[in-house]
């Protein structure tokens, strides 16, 4: 049981290499990386969510000034009625029309109500202006996030390539001192000191 759990997490260990091989290594500019940034960031499509949301909050506010018309109808049926008399004795069948209908039809139009919906629209209006400000907010934000994270790459780029040049710098230094050596024009000491620096870089 145990070999094969070892087996199994051996193969994912391997599926999983491959895929990460098999994937495409692309150099892109800030500006790429920033439009990306900002076309798949959650914030952001959230934040756009958001102002669609006040802009049909505003609408609905407006519909308050329209005129409001509302419209009902009812069906009913009606059995035949029965008459008796006080002391029971005597009962009588009414025939009556069965089938009744109503219909009815209500307009209104707010004339005065002290300025309150004019208030609420502007409310409206401003909560689509404050949408629209945290979404440019976002927006910059994630640009300095990105552009931040884009220059400390491209800082460690270069220390690398820092790093490359003065090893191969010192490799070659090690071999001059290392002809010297052997040449009697300088000491042993020479030759290890060369050996420590490269050793101080791979560390």
Request: glycine content about 4%.
């Amino acid at each position: 049981m145990k070999n094969k759990v070892i087996n199994y997490a051996m193969a994912a260990m391997l599926l999983y290499g491959s895929l990460i091989a098999a994937q495409e290594v692309r150099s892109m500019t800030a500006d790429e990386v920033m439009t990306l940034a900002l076309q798949n960031h959650q914030q952001l499509k959230l934040s756009e969510k958001n102002i669609y949301i006040s802009k049909q909050q505003t609408e609905v506010t407006k519909l308050q000034q329209l005129p409001t018309i509302t419209a009902s109808t009812s069906q009913f049926y009606l059995g035949n009625a029965l008459i008796i008399d006080k002391d029971f004795s005597n009962s009588t069948n009414v025939a009556m029309p069965h089938y009744g209908s109503s219909y009815g039809v209500q307009a209104s139009q707010l004339i005065f109500k002290g300025g309150l919906v004019k208030k609420s629209i502007e409310m409206a209006g401003l909560r689509e202006q404050l949408a629209e400000l945290d979404l440019e907010k976002n927006q910059q934000d994630v640009k300095f996030l990105v552009l931040s994270n884009y220059l400390d790459v491209y800082k460690l780029k270069n220390q690398e390539q820092i790093f490359l040049n003065n090893k191969k710098l010192a490799q070659e230094r090690l071999k001059n001192i290392q002809k010297f050596n052997q040449q009697g024009m300088v000491t042993r000491n020479e030759v290890i000191r060369g050996e420590l620096a490269i050793k101080n870089l791979d560390q």
